[in-house]
């Protein structure tokens, strides 16, 4: 029946006793009570009764008498074979607890010539059986063979490796043979590094105590099997090797408060059978057909738990939604290992859950198939990306997330330096492309200011031979107005050189008051900066702050002085410039110049004048545009490197992402069999190609000259759409170069964007011309200039970095339901490291049987042996092949005529086995194991692939 409702748990065993059967036994008046009294004492709860040559049938019978239910004795006889030389190998049969024993020992007896005058006849030194012929018939008797190996006495490796025969003749007793029996722990390493990756079969390891007098009882070590202390919990570690546990006590994966211990249920109105269900603290498989209550039980646990009805009622397959008002009084009491208890009744669970402000946190994770459902549904891949992400922000070190609240925020901040960088990389951008725009401007204004020059330059000759006509005119025959005409030149050249001098000063004033107020501006600058970087490093905890001065402090004084001197400067050759006027006033006067030549003298002298000054602010002018055009190549290649820069910072948010999202990974990979990289975090470099033709497209005059001339805007894009064949060569995985203290990018990639960069620029380039930019300004509409074509050229906002999740290959999006079902419960089962108890309703839906097998089985594995795990599955894979330590099964009876209610369980473990076709109730009728073959799909494929991979006989 079902003895052991908890199913498999770790219990000491101990695979190999003697008793005083055994022919060198030392203490041979040992009783039966003292040999079970110390197995008592040492916690035994399940031994082999080993002795040599014998199976002591009364005395067994005896034991068993004795032992009751404390301690199961397994029937079993130690034998010699013929292989070791002088150290014959000892070897074990082990014959189940219910054995027919007489019968047993009677076939051995005859067929291994082990009667009392058999082995009277040799002695029993000298008793020899044939290994494999032994070990064929215990096969047939239903037994299990231990074998002596590792370091202990007559172990299978007296057989030398030195010969490859030898080798071979050791191969072929591991095939038949089933646990090997070690000599100490330290054994167990080299057989499972060495060993068994040879033989490509791992067999248990077990240690015993190999006992021959009760009286200084001993083990070496402590031997637990996690098992029903039965044979059939011992057969299970042929197909289980981790089962098998030596050491001091297995450990807790996970902390007590963190395991349910057991589930009750009342006032139910008859729907459950009112009795306290026990947990395993591993994984737990709830089975049944369809409608038999698998559900309810987790709706049951998970409102226990979470005392959510909202979390149950959301879920449309909930079984508590379908039954309300059924049971109004239902009462749970749910038991934690931590001797907690949580206690609920339906009615009451809206008030437990808010209004008396107990805490909302859960106690479980319940992967409901309607939570399933949605989150996998077409519409909610971005909440299921958030699932992904929150499960990932567990692995983020507590001490890095302490002071983020999600993992948005958490996210957001690796991420901030670069994105500054990047702002101030966009205003780099924009301000060099004005820069150039500036210079490309000076630049084109070379040739017109020449022209202007010499216009002015032959001007001012033409009138200079005017002023001397009209002066010898004037002057003719008058040699006192010929010298006072002198001076009259004279006093001019002085007056005119004089204004110019006071426009200088003046000039230089008002430039004194720019510098001035741009010192000022600066230092308020600075003092904002330096405020805000100093608030900064107050944030990381270090005391020294910065603290910036401008040099020389009392430089805005010297500004002040320079000012007051200039315009002392200027009141002291405006006096002198006034006295000039007066003598040249006087001297036209005394000249007595025609009015219309002295008018025309003073015209044609001011124009001159004018001339002059023009032509040298032009002169200063052309000196600016030589040095732009000597520059340009200068400030082009700021702009470029900004250009390039950006790009560095796509690189640097790659590698902070990958960081980010590394367990995706690292912790999946290790737990794949196969190569396949099922989860996977991809970076994409994305190219906005439209955004960048439809700016681009705005700045063309289509009238005018050039490759885009009477053309739309597909001519553009036909070009950006052929240079982006060449940005996305970019290669997102190489490394980049030191410079200095910063980063740049490899020559490939350099080159990649400078390619790409000339094939757009070189559409605009038509012809040859010696300075191209004029070209590209003439074909922009008039409203835009060089500085708008560079600004469109270097828009950063069209290169983004593409990251998400995929799964097996695809994208999030793309996943079918099922897939991203997987994809879900790979991560709860391995990422998640909340370790609360995960409840999963069918985790195989939507899935085929190969799918389940090759992609889950691992992971359910490795997720029992760190948090509970309790599923309700149709799926015999997932029970079986992922060893469940305990399976429920559930059954409803309509008419409750073979059952105490509509819903009943029955528990144990996958090695519970019976049936008994007089029991009336359909749980009754079967062990586990047959329960598991007959109710789940695939239920004898799934046993049968279990134990073919251990080649042992289905």
């Given at each position: 029946?079902?003895?052991?409702?908890?199913?498999s748990i770790?219990?000491?065993?101990?695979?190999?006793?003697?008793?005083p059967s055994?022919?060198?036994?030392?203490?041979?008046?040992?009783?039966?009570?003292?040999?079970i009294?110390?197995?008592?004492?040492?916690?035994?709860?399940?031994v082999a009764?080993?002795?040599?040559?014998?199976i002591?049938?009364?005395?067994?019978?005896?034991?068993?008498?004795?032992?009751k239910?404390d301690?199961t004795?397994?029937?079993?006889?130690?034998?010699r074979?013929e292989l070791?030389?002088?150290?014959?190998i000892h070897?074990i049969?082990?014959?189940p607890e219910n054995?027919?024993?007489?019968?047993?020992?009677?076939k051995?007896?005859?067929q291994?010539?082990?009667?009392a005058?058999?082995?009277k006849?040799v002695?029993h030194e000298?008793?020899?059986?044939?290994?494999m012929?032994?070990?064929?018939l215990?096969?047939?008797?239903?037994?299990l063979?231990?074998?002596?190996a590792?370091?202990k006495?007559?172990s299978?490796?007296?057989i030398t490796?030195a010969?490859?025969?030898?080798?071979?003749?050791?191969t072929?007793?591991?095939?038949?043979?089933?646990?090997?029996?070690?000599?100490?722990?330290?054994?167990?390493?080299g057989?499972?590094?060495?060993?068994?990756?040879v033989?490509?079969l791992?067999k248990?390891l077990?240690?015993?105590?190999?006992?021959h007098?009760?009286?200084?009882?001993s083990?070496?070590?402590?031997?637990w099997i996690?098992?029903?202390?039965t044979f059939e919990?011992?057969r299970q570690?042929i197909y289980e090797?981790?089962?098998?546990?030596i050491?001091?006590e297995?450990s807790?994966k996970?902390?007590?408060s963190?395991v349910?211990?057991s589930?009750?249920?009342r006032?139910?109105?008859g729907w459950?059978?009112?009795?306290?269900?026990?947990?395993?603290s591993?994984?737990?498989?709830?089975i049944?057909?369809r409608?038999?209550?698998k559900?309810?039980?987790?709706d049951l646990?998970?409102i226990?738990?979470?005392?959510?009805?909202?979390?149950?009622t959301e879920?449309?397959?909930?079984f508590?939604?379908?039954?309300?008002?059924?049971?109004p009084?239902?009462g749970?009491s749910l038991k934690?290992?931590?001797e907690e208890?949580?206690?609920?009744?339906?009615?009451q669970?809206?008030r437990?859950s808010w209004d008396?402000?107990?805490?909302?946190n859960?106690?479980?994770?319940y992967?409901?198939?309607?939570?399933?459902?949605?989150?996998?549904?077409?519409?909610?891949v971005?909440?299921?990306?958030k699932?992904?992400?929150?499960?990932i922000?567990?692995k983020?070190?507590?001490?890095e997330?302490?002071?983020?609240?999600?993992?948005g925020?958490?996210?957001?901040?690796?991420l901030?330096l670069?994105?500054?960088?990047r702002?101030?990389?966009?205003?780099q951008?924009?301000?060099?492309?004005?820069e150039?725009n500036?210079?490309v401007?000076s630049?084109?204004?070379i040739d017109?200011?020449?022209?202007?020059?010499?216009r002015?330059?032959k001007?001012?000759?033409k009138n200079a031979?005017e002023?001397?006509?009209?002066?010898k005119i004037?002057t003719?025959?008058q040699e006192e107005k010929k010298?006072?005409?002198?001076?009259?030149?004279?006093?001019n050249?002085?007056?005119?050189?004089?204004?110019?001098?006071?426009?200088?000063l003046?000039?230089?004033?008002?430039s004194?008051?720019v510098?001035?107020?741009?010192?000022q501006d600066?230092k308020?600058?600075?003092?904002?900066?330096?405020?805000?970087?100093?608030?900064?490093?107050?944030?990381?905890?270090l005391?020294q702050?910065?603290s910036?001065?401008?040099?020389?402090?009392?430089f805005?004084?010297?500004?002040?002085k320079?000012k007051?001197?200039?315009k002392?400067?200027?009141?002291?050759?405006?006096t002198?410039?006034g006295?000039?006027?007066?003598?040249?006033?006087?001297?036209?006067k005394?000249?007595?110049?025609e009015?219309t030549?002295?008018?025309?003298?003073t015209?044609?002298?001011?124009?001159?004048?004018k001339?002059?000054?023009?032509?040298?602010a032009?002169?200063?002018?052309?000196k600016?545009?030589?040095l732009?055009q000597?520059t340009?190549?200068d400030?082009?290649?700021?702009l470029?490197n900004a250009f390039?820069e950006?790009?560095?910072?796509?690189?640097e948010?790659?590698?902070s992402l990958e960081?980010?999202?590394?367990?995706?990974e690292t912790?999946?990979?290790?737990?794949q069999?196969d190569e396949?990289?099922?989860?996977r975090?991809?970076v994409?470099?994305?190219f906005?190609?439209?955004?960048?033709t439809?700016?681009g497209?705005?700045?063309?005059d289509?009238?005018?000259?050039?490759?885009f001339q009477?053309?739309?805007?597909r001519?553009l894009?036909?070009?950006?759409?052929?240079?982006?064949?060449?940005?996305?060569?970019?290669?997102l995985?190489?490394?980049l170069?030191?410079e200095?203290?910063?980063?740049?990018?490899?020559?490939?990639?350099?080159?990649?964007i400078?390619?790409?960069?000339k094939?757009?620029?070189?559409?605009?380039?038509?012809k040859?011309?010696?300075f191209?930019?004029?070209?590209?300004?003439?074909?922009?509409n008039?409203?835009?200039?060089?500085?708008?074509?560079y600004?469109?050229?270097?828009n950063i906002?069209y290169?983004?970095?593409s990251?998400s999740i995929?799964?097996?290959?695809k994208?999030?999006?793309e996943?079918?339901?099922?897939l991203k079902?997987?994809?879900?419960?790979?991560?709860y089962?391995d990422?998640?490291?909340?370790?609360?108890?995960i409840?999963i309703?069918?985790?195989?839906?939507n899935l085929?049987?190969?799918s389940?097998?090759?992609?889950?089985?691992n992971?359910?594995?490795?997720a029992k042996?760190?948090?509970q795990?309790?599923?309700a599955?149709?799926n015999?894979?997932?029970?079986?092949n992922?060893?469940?330590?305990?399976?429920?099964?559930?059954?409803f009876?309509?008419?409750?005529a073979?059952?105490?209610?509509?819903?009943?369980?029955?528990?144990?473990?996958l090695e519970n086995t019976?049936?008994n076709?007089e029991?009336?109730?359909?749980?009754?009728q079967?062990?586990?194991?047959q329960?598991?073959?007959?109710v789940?799909?695939g239920?004898?494929?799934?046993f049968?692939k279990r134990?073919?991979?251990?080649?042992?006989?289905?």
């Amino acid at each position: 029946m079902f003895k052991y409702p908890k199913g498999s748990i770790w219990r000491k065993w101990d695979l190999h006793f003697h008793t005083p059967s055994s022919f060198d036994y030392q203490d041979k008046f040992v009783s039966n009570e003292q040999l079970i009294q110390k197995l008592k004492d040492n916690e035994i709860r399940t031994v082999a009764i080993t002795d040599h040559h014998v199976i002591d049938v009364e005395r067994i019978n005896a034991l068993n008498q004795l032992a009751k239910d404390d301690i199961t004795i397994l029937p079993g006889i130690e034998f010699r074979s013929e292989l070791g030389g002088s150290e014959s190998i000892h070897y074990i049969g082990i014959f189940p607890e219910n054995a027919d024993i007489n019968t047993i020992w009677t076939k051995l007896q005859g067929q291994l010539n082990l009667t009392a005058s058999d082995i009277k006849k040799v002695g029993h030194e000298n008793v020899r059986v044939d290994l494999m012929d032994t070990s064929k018939l215990i096969h047939e008797l239903g037994g299990l063979i231990s074998i002596h190996a590792g370091t202990k006495s007559n172990s299978l490796e007296n057989i030398t490796n030195a010969l490859s025969h030898k080798q071979a003749q050791k191969t072929e007793i591991c095939g038949a043979i089933d646990i090997y029996e070690i000599g100490k722990t330290e054994d167990m390493q080299g057989y499972k590094e060495k060993v068994f990756p040879v033989i490509k079969l791992e067999k248990p390891l077990v240690i015993c105590s190999d006992n021959h007098n009760i009286n200084n009882y001993s083990l070496k070590a402590n031997c637990w099997i996690k098992a029903d202390p039965t044979f059939e919990g011992l057969r299970q570690i042929i197909y289980e090797p981790s089962r098998v546990y030596i050491g001091d006590e297995p450990s807790a994966k996970v902390e007590n408060s963190k395991v349910i211990k057991s589930i009750s249920i009342r006032n139910s109105n008859g729907w459950f059978e009112e009795k306290e269900l026990q947990l395993n603290s591993n994984l737990v498989s709830i089975i049944g057909g369809r409608g038999t209550g698998k559900t309810a039980l987790l709706d049951l646990i998970t409102i226990t738990a979470n005392k959510d009805w909202e979390e149950i009622t959301e879920n449309d397959d909930s079984f508590l939604k379908k039954a309300e008002g059924h049971f109004p009084k239902l009462g749970l009491s749910l038991k934690w290992e931590d001797e907690e208890e949580d206690l609920v009744e339906l009615n009451q669970i809206e008030r437990i859950s808010w209004d008396d402000g107990d805490d909302p946190n859960k106690k479980v994770v319940y992967l409901s198939q309607g939570f399933v459902k949605r989150l996998c549904s077409e519409e909610q891949v971005e909440a299921l990306q958030k699932q992904i992400e929150g499960v990932i922000y567990q692995k983020v070190r507590d001490e890095e997330k302490a002071i983020y609240s999600s993992f948005g925020e958490f996210k957001s901040s690796k991420l901030d330096l670069i994105n500054r960088k990047r702002n101030q990389i966009k205003l780099q951008l924009e301000s060099f492309s004005d820069e150039v725009n500036e210079k490309v401007n000076s630049v084109l204004e070379i040739d017109k200011i020449k022209e202007e020059i010499s216009r002015r330059e032959k001007e001012y000759l033409k009138n200079a031979k005017e002023i001397t006509s009209i002066t010898k005119i004037i002057t003719e025959g008058q040699e006192e107005k010929k010298q006072l005409l002198t001076s009259y030149n004279d006093l001019n050249e002085k007056k005119a050189l004089l204004e110019k001098s006071i426009s200088i000063l003046a000039q230089s004033i008002r430039s004194i008051d720019v510098v001035a107020n741009e010192i000022q501006d600066l230092k308020g600058d600075l003092s904002t900066k330096v405020f805000n970087i100093n608030e900064k490093i107050k944030g990381i905890g270090l005391k020294q702050i910065i603290s910036v001065s401008i040099e020389p402090k009392d430089f805005s004084v010297q500004l002040e002085k320079q000012k007051t001197s200039n315009k002392s400067d200027i009141s002291s050759k405006n006096t002198e410039l006034g006295k000039l006027k007066q003598d040249i006033a006087s001297i036209v006067k005394q000249l007595n110049l025609e009015k219309t030549r002295q008018e025309r003298l003073t015209s044609l002298s001011d124009l001159n004048k004018k001339l002059k000054e023009e032509t040298d602010a032009l002169g200063e002018k052309l000196k600016a545009s030589n040095l732009a055009q000597k520059t340009l190549k200068d400030s082009k290649l700021k702009l470029a490197n900004a250009f390039f820069e950006y790009f560095v910072t796509l690189f640097e948010e790659k590698a902070s992402l990958e960081e980010i999202y590394n367990p995706l990974e690292t912790t999946l990979l290790e737990k794949q069999e196969d190569e396949r990289r099922l989860f996977r975090f991809n970076v994409r470099l994305t190219f906005d190609s439209k955004k960048m033709t439809e700016l681009g497209d705005a700045l063309i005059d289509h009238r005018k000259s050039g490759n885009f001339q009477y053309k739309d805007y597909r001519e553009l894009q036909k070009t950006i759409e052929s240079a982006k064949q060449e940005i996305m060569k970019l290669n997102l995985e190489s490394e980049l170069r030191s410079e200095g203290v910063g980063k740049r990018l490899d020559e490939e990639n350099s080159q990649t964007i400078s390619k790409f960069i000339k094939l757009i620029v070189g559409a605009f380039r038509y012809k040859d011309v010696p300075f191209k930019e004029k070209l590209l300004i003439e074909q922009l509409n008039n409203n835009f200039t060089i500085a708008d074509f560079y600004k469109w050229l270097t828009n950063i906002d069209y290169y983004k970095l593409s990251y998400s999740i995929e799964f097996d290959e695809k994208k999030l999006d793309e996943l079918t339901p099922g897939l991203k079902g997987i994809a879900l419960l790979i991560l709860y089962l391995d990422l998640d490291e909340d370790f609360k108890p995960i409840l999963i309703d069918q985790p195989e839906e939507n899935l085929d049987n190969r799918s389940v097998y090759q992609t889950l089985i691992n992971y359910f594995r490795t997720a029992k042996n760190k948090r509970q795990v309790i599923i309700a599955t149709h799926n015999a894979n997932l029970v079986v092949n992922t060893d469940s330590e305990q399976v429920i099964v559930a059954n409803f009876e309509k008419d409750k005529a073979l059952q105490p209610a509509y819903i009943s369980y029955v528990s144990g473990g996958l090695e519970n086995t019976f049936e008994n076709d007089e029991e009336k109730s359909v749980l009754n009728q079967k062990g586990i194991r047959q329960h598991c073959w007959y109710v789940l799909e695939g239920g004898p494929e799934a046993f049968q692939k279990r134990e073919q991979k251990y080649n042992f006989p289905t």
